[in-house]
């Protein structure tokens, strides 16, 4: 528990800290456990807007995470709630300011809002004091609701929220929404980019890459753990790999419709020229002044490397190919033509890269890929059952799929989280 000297060092400490993270998704994580920690607050939801309701989307809760199992993860339905003052989050987001609850449970007759105990009830858990704070853009319009529940005292007990927390809570909400809009748009551009390459090929949509960049965390997470890497790594390589894992089939805007977008098998040429995107997609990345722009190319560049050394593109030299027209290569028909294309671009892969050799991010998202590939509809064949998907991946386990990762997936937890990456991130009707 923070007293307060140590609550405004660490305030002063917090922007920098918040705008060092990039991911929406990993932000509100960061910013849902900084909130508890300056309170001592043992549960809280984070709420996003968009138009007039407000997303459930991120929550945390230490009592009931004390009661999983090793390796568990709380999960939560996703759910909307309009923006109006009928609930609590509602009410918040529409007034635009906060409210400071001694008891959820009571609320006089004379207020507008109420707060609904089925949750509460489902999983044997009490909400007591619960303070309420609207998330506002710098031109003040709420942009999202913070919510944190049961304040604890040094003894444990649940306590009421103070003024002097409420007014701590909301110097850090202005601190945090700063942050929030710096996320939204990092996350806006890197789904515009998406959006181009899901103009080229249908598969690439926006829920199809959140879902593969929090598999990919996720995985990435239970890997470290078993490696000893430390938390400061740790958070800063979640942040990256979430975006990257998103961008890692960016470069199949440079393969032209008639190839991604064709119907039937590919051609010999056609599927070596597909192989390409792997170095295209790198290429936009060459210009490396962060880290994020490092772990983009690795992903980019390798992520359909396979464990026994049979994929694409090998130890290829991006830097030697930089003027690639695949354009050009594909204006002649002709046999002849045709064989030399083949020969040009055979003489470009290398030898697949192997086991460790193949960089373990690309290695996480190969993996994250295909489980999503497998799992979703596609307009050409139906989702597959989880135990059809499993099957065919441990079957690939040291063959296409580094084989600890295909262990780590198949813990019964993983999937569990993953089914609930499912359910947040679905695709469109």
Same mark, same amino acid.
């Given at each position: 528990?923070?007293n307060?000297?140590?609550?405004?060092?660490?305030?002063?400490?917090?922007?920098?800290?918040?705008?060092?993270?990039?991911?929406?998704?990993?932000?509100?994580?960061?910013?849902?456990?900084?909130a508890?920690?300056?309170?001592?607050?043992?549960?809280?939801?984070?709420?996003?807007?968009e138009?007039?309701?407000?997303?459930?989307?991120?929550?945390?809760?230490?009592?009931?995470?004390?009661r999983?199992?090793?390796?568990?993860?709380?999960?939560?339905?996703?759910?909307t709630i309009?923006?109006?003052?009928?609930?609590?989050?509602?009410?918040v987001?529409?007034?635009?300011?906060s409210?400071?609850?001694?008891?959820?449970?009571?609320?006089?007759?004379?207020?507008?809002?109420?707060?609904?105990?089925e949750?509460?009830?489902?999983?044997?858990y009490?909400?007591r004091?619960?303070?309420?704070?609207?998330?506002?853009?710098?031109?003040?319009?709420?942009?999202?609701?913070?919510?944190?529940?049961?304040?604890?005292?040094?003894?444990?007990?649940?306590?009421? =929220?103070?003024?002097?927390?409420e007014?701590?809570?909301?110097?850090?909400?202005?601190?945090?929404?700063?942050?929030?809009?710096?996320?939204?748009?990092?996350r806006?551009?890197?789904?515009?980019m998406?959006r181009?390459?899901?103009?080229?090929?249908?598969?690439?949509?926006?829920?199809?890459v959140?879902?593969?960049?929090? !598999?990919?965390?996720?995985?990435?997470e239970?890997?470290?753990?078993?490696?000893?890497?430390?938390k400061?790594?740790?958070?800063?390589?979640?942040?990256?790999?979430?975006?990257?894992?998103?961008?890692?089939?960016?470069?199949?805007?440079?393969?032209?419709d008639?190839?991604?977008?064709?119907?039937?098998?590919?051609?010999?040429?056609?599927?070596?020229?597909?192989q390409?995107?792997?170095?295209?997609?790198?290429?936009?990345?060459?210009?490396?002044q962060?880290?994020f722009?490092d772990?983009?190319?690795?992903?980019?560049?390798?992520?359909?490397?396979?464990?026994?050394?049979?994929?694409?593109?090998?130890?290829?030299d991006i830097?030697?190919?930089?003027?690639?027209?695949?354009e050009?290569?594909?204006e002649?028909n002709?046999?002849a033509?045709?064989?030399?294309?083949?020969?040009?671009?055979?003489?470009?892969l290398?030898?697949?890269?192997?086991?460790?050799?193949?960089?373990? =991010?690309?290695?996480?998202?190969?993996?994250?890929?295909?489980?999503?590939?497998?799992s979703?509809?596609?307009? !050409?064949?139906?989702?597959?059952?989880?135990?059809?998907?499993?099957?065919?991946?441990?079957?690939?386990a040291?063959?296409? =799929?580094?084989?600890?990762?295909?262990?780590?997936?198949?813990d019964?937890?993983?999937?569990?989280?993953?089914?609930s990456?499912q359910?947040r !991130?679905?695709?469109?009707?």
């Open positions: 528990m923070l307060e000297t140590e609550k405004l060092n660490s305030l002063m400490e917090l922007g920098i800290k918040l705008n060092q993270v990039h991911d929406l998704d990993i932000l509100m994580e960061e910013l849902l456990t900084e508890r920690r300056f309170v001592n607050a043992d549960a809280g939801s984070i709420y996003i807007r138009e007039d309701y407000l997303h459930f989307t991120y929550t945390q809760n230490d009592t009931l995470q004390r999983m199992g090793t390796g568990e993860k709380l999960i939560y339905s996703t759910f309009p923006v109006n003052t009928k609930t609590i989050a509602g009410y987001a529409s007034e635009g300011r409210l400071n609850l001694p008891d959820a449970y009571i609320i006089g007759p004379e207020a507008s809002y109420g707060f609904g105990k949750f509460d009830q489902q999983v044997d009490r909400s004091s619960m303070l309420t704070i609207p998330l506002k853009a710098g031109n003040g319009s709420v942009i999202g609701v913070l919510q944190i529940i049961n304040a604890k005292d040094n003894t444990g007990n649940v306590v009421v =929220f103070s003024d002097r927390d007014k701590i809570m909301m110097l850090f909400a202005s601190i945090a929404s700063a942050a929030l809009e710096h996320a939204y748009v990092s806006a551009l890197l789904l515009r998406i181009m390459a899901e103009m080229r090929d249908p598969k690439e949509t926006g829920a199809h959140n879902r593969v960049g929090a !598999y990919s965390v996720e995985l990435y239970r890997w470290a753990k078993r490696h000893v890497v430390s400061k790594e740790l958070e800063r390589n979640r942040d990256s790999l979430r975006r990257a894992a998103m961008l890692h089939d960016v470069g199949k805007v440079a393969i032209p008639r190839i991604l977008k064709k119907k039937g098998q590919l051609q010999k040429r056609e599927y070596l020229v597909m390409l995107h792997t170095i295209c997609g790198a290429q936009l990345f060459l210009d490396r962060s880290e722009d772990m983009a190319l690795e992903v980019a560049l390798n992520h359909h490397e396979r464990w026994d050394g049979n994929g694409y593109p090998g130890h290829v830097t030697a190919h930089k003027n690639l027209n695949i050009k290569m594909l002649d002709s046999d033509a045709s064989e030399l294309v083949i020969r040009q671009i055979k003489s470009i290398q030898k697949g890269k192997q086991k460790e050799e193949i960089p373990i =991010f690309a290695r996480i998202v190969a993996l994250a890929d295909v489980y999503d590939a497998l979703s509809k596609r307009s !050409y064949k139906d989702a597959w059952h989880e135990s059809d998907v499993c099957s065919v991946i441990q079957q690939e040291g063959t296409h =799929f580094d084989p600890e990762l295909v262990e780590i997936l198949m019964h937890s993983c999937l569990s989280v993953f089914r990456i359910q !991130y679905k695709d469109p009707a």
